[in-house]
């Protein structure tokens, strides 16, 4: 049986023996290289002067680990003037000098823990018939060389965060190779400026619309060309339309809460059981309002001459609710269900008790306490809570405000998009935001037109449309203009050239999860040979 190929054993080593020995799989092998060659030197070998046996682990087969013994010689150099004089033969590439692994061993543990990381890749390698800790990983992780850079006429650079909000990193890739180029400790403007010194080649540098990064590339390479990312132009003028939005929102809602203060009681008031707790109260309020605005849409189909069918099909309603509620001619308030708790046989007792001038709730516990009632003080405490009438003060939660129509944050998403891509319902839901106010309708143009010209990269429109917008009063958007002229050739290079950061920011998504993995407890050494080498 011809063994060898099952093994892939190179060519130079010879099979003698398989036993299994300890539940491991013993290979015994020997060397049948001619004449070996001294490291030194290079020159070949006839005089043997001993032999020993190497134990070399090398990958599991069949789940059972295995370690190869191999016979090697020592042998004399015959070269006088090399000053090694006995030298073992080597068996490179397969199993490097000094070492108790194979080469394929080797890297697939650098592979795993690439993958997977120190503690997650013991678990792995345990599955896999692999004796190794979490250590021995690391440290293969950190042997891997870091590839030199060369030339990168575009790049794109972006920060990340290590702990949100307090420290920050900043990953730097390649635009044309799609290669992270290397990863810094922080993202202030020194450190990029200084890595981006080390390579005057660097043309074009694809940024976010932060001030430290555009002004790390003006002091480390003059002249370069700085594009803004053609994402954030339109997230930072979302955020300033969902400050127009949100002014005349809010307008309408004060508007739409003194028609409801002014409709009798039967059609809006909600009908509320005594005491409620406040995330009850405000989870009624809500249901009510659906219910209200449903009924409402069910009276005006009606109107327009829609069927029952028609109209539950319409609403998302049952046949018999519709009916119900166009018999009764108002709206049908529902009516809270009793609640029943553990205080309730005893409510009588403590309500004579609070008539009497104890208003002190735990000397009220200690009583039923000493009566035999096993009730906690925390249960005692929201029953009466909810009963008594001076159990809180302000226990009546505040009248609550009607829904709007729509929040002034998914109103932005209905202003950024395509008009051809929106549904029926979401062009009515745009119409009734442009008829709050004319202020409202110009917003929607401009933002329209300068989405047009993002999609189209029509960056030379852009004055023009920065004159509208001063024009225009809106003063929400005028601190928009005014980030775009301080970073005007930015802005202008991100919406005529075709670089962006598209790709870095799918680059820092893959960082995050390779951080992640690390449970918050690897450095920053290990982040970036994880990165760099990452598969």
Not at 74 to 100: G, H, M, N, Q, Y
Not at 190 to 215: K, Q
Not at 418 to 425: F, G, I, K
Request: charged letters at 25%; one cysteine or more; glycine letters at 8%.
């Amino acid at each position: 049986m011809d063994v060898q190929p099952a093994l892939a054993l190179p060519n130079g080593l010879e099979v003698r023996g398989i036993e299994m020995i300890d539940t491991v799989l013993t290979i015994t092998a020997v060397s049948t290289q001619m004449c070996p060659c001294c490291p030194l030197c290079g020159a070949p070998a006839s005089r043997v002067h001993s032999r020993y046996t190497r134990q070399i682990t090398d990958l599991p087969c069949g789940g059972q680990q295995v370690r190869m013994q191999i016979q090697v010689r020592k042998c004399f150099c015959e070269v006088s003037t090399c000053s090694r004089k006995i030298f073992v033969e080597r068996l490179t590439p397969f199993v490097d000098p000094f070492a108790r692994v194979t080469r394929r061993l080797y890297q697939i543990v650098q592979i795993l823990g690439l993958a997977t990381g120190g503690r997650l890749g013991v678990r792995v390698t345990n599955r896999l018939g692999i004796q190794t800790s979490r250590h021995t990983i690391l440290r293969r992780i950190m042997a891997l060389p870091t590839e030199p850079v060369g030339d990168v006429p575009q790049i794109g650079i972006d920060d990340f965060s290590f702990r949100r909000g307090y420290k920050f990193g900043t990953i730097i890739v390649d635009l044309r190779t799609h290669k992270v180029l290397d990863v810094l400790a922080d993202r202030t403007a020194d450190t990029s400026a200084a890595w981006m010194a080390t390579h005057p080649e660097i043309e074009l540098v694809s940024r976010d619309r932060g001030g430290d990064y555009a002004a790390a590339a003006r002091r480390g390479v003059p002249g370069v060309t700085q594009t803004a990312d053609r994402f954030h132009l339109p997230k930072n003028l979302g955020e300033a339309l969902e400050g127009v939005l949100s002014r005349h929102l809010a307008v309408h809602r004060r508007g739409q809460t003194e028609k409801l203060r002014a409709t009798p009681l039967s059609t809006a008031q909600p009908i509320q059981s005594p005491k409620p707790r406040p995330k009850e109260a405000e989870l009624r309020q809500a249901k009510r309002e659906e219910r209200l605005a449903q009924y409402q849409q069910v009276v005006a189909l009606r109107k327009q001459g829609f069927s029952h069918t028609a109209i539950a099909d319409q609403v998302g309603i049952g046949h018999a609710t519709v009916s119900r509620w166009l018999r009764s001619g108002t709206f049908p308030e529902q009516r809270p269900r009793p609640r029943k708790t553990r205080l309730d046989p005893h409510l009588k007792e403590v309500a004579e008790r609070w008539e009497t001038d104890c208003h002190n709730i735990a000397q009220l516990h200690r009583e039923l306490g000493a009566s035999g009632v096993t009730l906690t003080y925390k249960v005692v405490y929201r029953q009466l809570v909810r009963y008594l009438p001076e159990g809180r003060k302000n226990a009546q939660p505040p009248d609550q405000l009607p829904r709007p129509p729509v929040l002034a944050r998914q109103a932005v998403f209905l202003f950024l998009r395509r008009p051809e891509e929106l549904e029926a319902d979401e062009q009515e839901t745009l119409a009734l935001l442009q008829s709050l106010h004319a202020e409202v309708k110009l917003a929607y143009e401009l933002v329209q037109q300068f989405a047009q010209m993002l999609r189209t990269r029509t960056g030379e429109q852009l004055n023009g449309w920065l004159s509208r917008t001063r024009e225009s009063q809106i003063r929400e958007l005028q601190g928009f203009v005014t980030g775009v002229e301080r970073d005007k050739a930015a802005v202008v290079a991100g919406l005529t050239l075709p670089q962006n950061n598209g790709l870095v920011e799918g680059k820092v998504n893959k960082l995050k999860l390779i951080k992640r993995m690390g449970y918050g407890r690897a450095g920053f050494p290990l982040l970036r040979q994880r990165v760099l080498h990452a598969l």
